[in-house]
């Protein structure tokens, strides 16, 4: 199984951005997604996930209203549309994938493959 992030990079405070996740080696449609970030220094933190048929997703609260998680199945595709970003955004940003289950949730435990993750920084 393998996960490719793509859409990070440099924006301002209150700007932009859509990162990309795209899967391949497993049926699309039957892997829970989740998204995580790591700041500098600090431990790998939970963002959003997102159910296989795309109905149940959960946020971190510092993201709710800001965040949206998407898939497109027909794309082998999950989404993070963020916006009004703040310098605390600024991390690494990973997907990740798992079939074991319907809705994997906010615990990295529970899932099985990582993106090798995507530059997020955010300027004040």
């Known amino acids: 199984v393998q996960l490719v992030e793509s859409g990070g990079g440099l924006v301002q405070a209150g700007g932009s951005l859509r990162l990309s996740c795209v899967v391949s080696?497993?049926?699309?449609?039957?892997?829970?997604m989740g998204w995580f970030r790591q700041a500098p220094g600090k431990e790998r933190e939970f963002v959003a996930a997102?159910?296989?048929?795309?109905?149940?997703?959960l946020y971190t609260d510092s993201v709710k209203g800001r965040f949206t998680i998407s898939r497109d199945n027909a794309k082998n595709t999950v989404y993070l549309q963020m916006n009004s970003l703040k310098p605390e955004d600024t991390a690494v940003y990973y997907c990740?994938?798992?079939?074991?289950?319907?809705?994997?949730?906010?615990?990295?435990?529970?899932?099985?493959?990582w993106g090798q993750g995507t530059q997020v920084t955010v300027s004040s």
């Open positions: 997102i159910s296989w048929s795309g109905v149940s997703t």
């Open positions: 990740a994938a798992t079939g074991r289950s319907y809705f994997a949730g906010a615990g990295p435990y529970a899932y099985d493959h």
């Open positions: 080696g497993r049926t699309f449609s039957s892997t829970a």
